[in-house]
C-alpha cells in the first residue's frame, strides 16, 4: 500500500534522472578499470618478442626501428603470468578493509582517490616496463589495491541512492561495466597496438581514468538531500523510498560472531565462489578453448572472444530489470526472486557447457553454446550479487568485501587449477575442467536454494546490541 505523501515511482522519470546519471557514470568507470586490468593480456603478445620459453633477443634493423613506438622485453612466460596475475592480489588484499571503511569515510574521496591513482599507474606501466619486470608487478600490484577499492566502495552507494524497487537494475547497470570493459579492450587494443604502439594502449586508458575521475569529485554528492541538479521530485521520491533503510557514517561495531553463524552469508559467500570460479575460467580461458576447438587465427579470435562479454552485458542489464518488475509487480517475493536469478546464473552456465562438450559438432554450434555459457551467468546480478544487501544493509560494505574475497579466492583457484589439468592432461583435459565447473556451480545452487533469505537478519539490525 502506498504512503500518501510518497511520490509514485511512475512520476518520477528514469531517463535523465541523476540516480541513473550516477549508474551510467559508475558503468564507464568499471569499464575503465577492466580496461586497465584486462589490456595487458593482450599487449603482452607485442611487449615479448616470444611468448614461448627463453625468447631469443632480436636486432633487425626493422624491428630496432619498429621499438621506438613498441619496446621489446625478453620475459619468460613464468614472469609473464606473475604480471598478469598479480593485479588479483593486490585487489584480493583490499576487499575487506575497503568494505569496512565504506562505512566510515567519505565514498566521494575513496572512490574518487582510488580510480585516479589506478589510472596513473596504469600511466607509468610503459615506464615501469624499461625498468625491469619487477616494478611492472609492484605497479600492477598496487593498481590492484586501488580497483579493489573502487569496486568494493561503488556499491555502498546505492544505500542512500537506490530506492528497493530498482536496486536491482541501478546495481546492475553500473557492474555491467565490469562485463563490458573486456570487450572493448579485446576490440581495440590490437588496433591502438598495432597503429600507434602498446605504450598507447596504457596512456589513452590511464587518461580516461583521469578525466573520469576528476568529473567524479565534481558532479557525484554522496546524498541525494546534497545534490544541487537533483529535481525535487526525484529527490523526495528517493528519500521516501528509504525512510526504512539503515545507514551510518560513524564508527561500528561488526557482530563477527553473528555473521559466521549467519547461514544465508554462508550460503551467498558459497554461491559466489562458485559465480566467480566459473566466470573467471570461462573469461580467461575462452580465447585457448576457441583456439583448441577451432583453429582460427589471432583476429577472429579476439572477435569471437568479445562476443560473450558483449552478451554477458546485455543479460547483466535484463537481469537487474526483471529483478526490479517482479519485485514491483509482486510477481513473486523477493526472496524467490534472489533464487531464481542466482539459479539461472549457475545453471544455465553449466546446462550450455555441456552443451558445449557434447553437442558442439559444427563451427556455429561451438560458438553459440560458448557465447551462452560465457554470458548467461549475469542472471546473478539479480540474485548474489545483491542478496548481501538484503540481509545486512546496515554492514553491506564490509560483507561485500568479505564475499568478494571468498568470490576471487574461487577465480584464482579455478585459473590455477586449470593451468594444472591443462599441463597434465592431454586425453580430455577440458572435460574434466568443465564437469568441475558444473560440480561446483550445483553444489553451491542446492546450499543456496534450501538457506537462502532475503529479509533483514536479526543480527544486521541496528537496534541489536550483541557485539563480538
Given at each position: 500500500m502506498q504512503v500518501d505523501n510518497q511520490v509514485s515511482p511512475g512520476k518520477v522519470p528514469y531517463f535523465c534522472s541523476v540516480r541513473y546519471g550516477i549508474a551510467v557514470f559508475?558503468?564507464?568507470?568499471?569499464?575503465?578499470?577492466?580496461?586497465?586490468?584486462v589490456c595487458l593480456s593482450l599487449t603482452m603478445i607485442a611487449m615479448v618478442n616470444s611468448t614461448e620459453p627463453h625468447g631469443l633477443s632480436n636486432t633487425s634493423t626493422k624491428e630496432l626501428q619498429d621499438n621506438i613506438k613498441n619496446p621489446v622485453y625478453n620475459w619468460s612466460t613464468e614472469i609473464q603470468g606473475i604480471m598478469l596475475s598479480s593485479i588479483f592480489y593486490g585487489v584480493l588484499i583490499s576487499q575487506?578493509?575497503?568494505?569496512?571503511?565504506?562505512?566510515?569515510?567519505?565514498?566521494?574521496?575513496?572512490?574518487?582517490f582510488a580510480l585516479l591513482l589506478s589510472s596513473l599507474f596504469t600511466l607509468l606501466l610503459p615506464l615501469a616496463a624499461e625498468f625491469g619486470e619487477i616494478l611492472v608487478i609492484i605497479c600492477r600490484v598496487i593498481k590492484g589495491l586501488?580497483?579493489?577499492?573502487?569496486?568494493?566502495?561503488?556499491?555502498?552507494?546505492?544505500?542512500?541512492?537506490?530506492?528497493?524497487?530498482?536496486?536491482?537494475?541501478?546495481?546492475?547497470?553500473s557492474l555491467s561495466g565490469l562485463l563490458l570493459g573486456p570487450c572493448i579492450v579485446l576490440l581495440i587494443t590490437g588496433f591502438i597496438c598495432d597503429s600507434l604502439g602498446w605504450p598507447m594502449v596504457f596512456y589513452i586508458f590511464g587518461a580516461c581514468g583521469c578525466a573520469l575521475s576528476v568529473l567524479w569529485f565534481i558532479l557525484f554528492y554522496e546524498d541525494?538531500?546534497?545534490?544541487?541538479?537533483?529535481?525535487?521530485?526525484?529527490?523526495?521520491?528517493?528519500?521516501?523510498?528509504?525512510?526504512?533503510?539503515?545507514?551510518?557514517?560513524?564508527?561500528i561495531k561488526v557482530p563477527i560472531k553473528a555473521m559466521l553463524k549467519s547461514t544465508p552469508l554462508w550460503v551467498i559467500s558459497l554461491c559466489n565462489f562458485a559465480f566467480f570460479w566459473s566466470n573467471t575460467f570461462?573469461?580467461?580461458?575462452?580465447?585457448?578453448?576457441?583456439?583448441?576447438?577451432?583453429?582460427?587465427?589471432?583476429?577472429?579470435?579476439?572477435?569471437?572472444?568479445?562476443?560473450?562479454?558483449?552478451?554477458?552485458?546485455?543479460?547483466?542489464?535484463?537481469?537487474?530489470?526483471?529483478?526490479?518488475?517482479f519485485q514491483t509487480r509482486n510477481t513473486f517475493s523477493l526472496v524467490t526472486i534472489r533464487k531464481?536469478?542466482?539459479s539461472l546464473g549457475l545453471l544455465l552456465p553449466s546446462l550450455f557447457s555441456l552443451c558445449?562438450?557434447?553437442?558442439?559438432?559444427?563451427?556455429?554450434?561451438?560458438?553459440?553454446?560458448?557465447?551462452?555459457?560465457?554470458?548467461?551467468?549475469?542472471?546473478?546480478?539479480?540474485?548474489?550479487?545483491?542478496?548481501?544487501?538484503?540481509?545486512a544493509p546496515r554492514y553491506y560494505g564490509f560483507l561485500?568485501?568479505?564475499?568478494?574475497?571468498?568470490?576471487?579466492?574461487?577465480?584464482?583457484?579455478?585459473?590455477?587449477?586449470?593451468?594444472?589439468?591443462?599441463?597434465?592432461?592431454?586425453?580430455?583435459?577440458?572435460?574434466?575442467?568443465?564437469?568441475?565447473?558444473?560440480?561446483?556451480?550445483?553444489?553451491?545452487?542446492?546450499?543456496?536454494?534450501?538457506?537462502?533469505?532475503?529479509?533483514?537478519?536479526?543480527?544486521?539490525?541496528?537496534?541489536?546490541?550483541?557485539?563480538?
Open positions: 559508475l558503468l564507464l568507470c568499471n569499464v575503465i578499470i577492466m580496461s586497465q586490468r575487506i578493509p575497503a568494505g569496512y571503511l565504506s562505512g566510515i569515510y567519505s565514498l566521494k574521496k575513496m572512490i574518487g586501488f580497483q579493489g577499492i573502487t569496486l568494493t566502495t561503488q556499491q555502498v552507494i546505492w544505500i542512500k541512492w537506490a530506492p528497493p524497487l530498482e536496486l536491482g537494475r541501478l546495481t546492475a547497470l541525494p538531500k546534497d545534490h544541487p541538479f537533483i529535481s525535487n521530485r526525484e529527490k523526495e521520491y528517493i528519500t521516501s523510498a528509504l525512510t526504512q533503510q539503515v545507514s551510518s557514517s560513524t564508527l570461462l573469461s580467461i580461458y575462452t580465447p585457448i578453448y576457441i583456439d583448441y576447438k577451432l583453429h582460427v587465427d589471432v583476429e577472429e579470435n579476439g572477435l569471437l572472444s568479445s562476443l560473450p562479454h558483449l552478451f554477458a552485458w546485455i543479460f547483466a542489464v535484463l537481469a537487474g530489470y526483471m529483478a526490479d518488475i531464481l536469478f542466482t558445449l562438450l557434447y553437442l558442439s559438432s559444427s563451427y556455429y554450434a561451438t560458438i553459440i553454446f560458448l557465447i551462452l555459457a560465457n554470458s548467461t551467468g549475469s542472471f546473478a546480478m539479480g540474485g548474489i550479487i545483491i542478496n548481501v544487501l538484503d540481509i561485500r568485501g568479505i564475499t568478494n574475497v571468498i568470490g576471487l579466492t574461487g577465480g584464482l583457484i579455478a585459473s590455477t587449477v586449470t593451468g594444472i589439468i591443462l599441463s597434465e592432461d592431454a586425453e580430455s583435459p577440458w572435460l574434466k575442467i568443465f564437469l568441475l565447473m558444473i560440480a561446483n556451480n550445483m553444489i553451491s545452487l542446492i546450499f543456496y536454494l534450501i538457506f537462502a533469505k532475503a529479509e533483514v537478519q536479526e543480527w544486521a539490525k541496528e537496534r541489536q546490541n550483541t557485539y563480538l
